[in-house]
């Protein structure tokens, strides 16, 4: 399988769903805040980057082996945007997952509700075995998040990327297929 087809994921209060131009100035705001930009690998966030981004997205066809994509974590009642979860396709069988959340946002269980519906889709309907996530050290909140949902942290490393002008600790994390499935049943189709 090369590429896939996106349906929206419904959870019970967010809709994962590919990012719309109605997206532009929430994402930009969330890209920009200093604090969620802290521990990221961006700077300063223009309305040009954010345009520019969204435009990269709509080309990228999704599940592209060596691809990025991110999509859009909506409020399912209002659609407005709360932030969003990136894919990365290393290969046909595994992915790695990263999240970002605007700050008013985060810390009200939005991100895990989203990530656990993003693994489900990616480990029964995509049938990928392994799935990673790669976080700074520093990152507290992201760690937690992951091993709430059963992630087991595989690696530390020192001093692993230079990373705005100083060297940062990484951790990866990883959760396999089989240690999904365990813990939660197949949805049917």
């Known amino acids: 399988m090369d590429t896939l087809t996106w349906t929206d994921i419904l959870t019970p209060r967010c809709r994962l769903r590919r990012f719309v131009a109605q997206d532009l100035a929430a994402f930009v705001a969330y890209r920009s805040d200093k604090e969620v930009a802290a521990l990221q690998s961006w700077d300063d966030f223009t309305m040009e980057d954010g345009e520019r981004f969204l435009r990269q ?29 990136a894919l990365h396709f290393v290969d046909l069988e595994q992915c790695e997952i ?6 008013k946002h985060q810390g009200q269980g939005y991100a895990r509700e989203a990530v656990a519906a993003l693994l489900q889709r990616l480990f029964v309907d995509w049938q990928r075995y392994r ?3 790669l976080t700074d050290v520093r990152n507290i909140g992201a760690a937690k998040l992951l091993r709430s949902l059963s992630f087991r942290q595989e690696a530390h490393f020192v001093k692993h990327a230079r990373f705005k002008g100083a060297y940062c600790d990484e951790l990866q994390f990883a959760l396999l297929q089989e240690e999904w499935l365990a813990q939660h049943q197949p949805r049917s189709s």
């Open 57 to 85: 997205l709509a080309e990228t066809p999704l599940g592209e082996v060596g691809s990025w994509t991110q999509l859009a974590v909506a409020d399912r009642e209002s659609d407005l945007l709360l932030g969003d979860c």
């Open 98 to 103: 990263g999240f970002t959340f605007a700050r």
């Open 131 to 133: 799935v990673t996530a």
